[in-house]
């Protein structure tokens, strides 16, 4: 859009795909992703007296990933799926102001981004041993970088003498963790639980960091219409968000 000596718009587009493939009787595997990206631009420019200011920015954002996933039947009673990911986020701004004429050249550019990528792996495996225990565990791994940072130029003078100013490191990585297991135990037809254990680790920067997760959850009937559930949860999270 232009109005005047301004311009100004904005764009989104997205795209997705899924794919299924039968590799057997007992494998199937099953294919997704998606990109989009979103971005509003303006830029304003005037002159008078020969001189020539001009001031323009924009915002733009956009998500990327891919998962693949293979499940395998190791027995009427044992599923495995073994699931592969990448998954990137990234953000910008940048706002540009200058002023040219009558012997004058000043440029100042100002960029804000931050992003983070992540590419994992986890398998979790299903065993149901009987009709009164239904078994779950697996492991998991996720590789993040994390790429924040700011950066000032300034540019003045005929000659183009310029400042640099840079904020953040170009990437931070860490390495996240996690075993668990747990099982729904049915002791009868009114009462049932589940009791499981995750085990989690958060490597970054030469530290590592774990914790020990606890889960229980149970419900009991007390009659048709009425039951009564209690639950414990412990879990830490290592990743908080940051704006």
Known sequence: ???????????FYDLN?????TLGKKDHLYVSGYF???KFYFSEKNTEDNVTSKFAGGIRWGNATAVARWNHQFSP???????????????QVEAESGTEGNGTNEQFLLRFKSGISDIAARYDIDIIPSPNHYIKTGASVINHTYTPGAQTTKISGITGGNTDTTVGQSAIFATETDVYAEDDIKFSERLKANVGLH???????????????????????LNEKLSAKASFVQMNQYINLLT
């Open 36 to 38: 989009g990206n979103d």
């Open 17 to 21: 795909g899924k794919a299924n493939f």
């Open 77 to 91: 009673k044992v599923f495995g799926n073994l699931t592969t990911y990448y998954s990137r986020y990234q953000f």
């Open 1 to 11: 859009f232009m109005t005047g000596s301004s311009k100004y718009g904005y764009y």
């Open 199 to 221: 085990l989690a680790g958060f490597s970054v920067r030469s530290k590592f960091y774990h914790s020990i997760q606890p889960r229980l959850a149970a419900r009991y009937l």
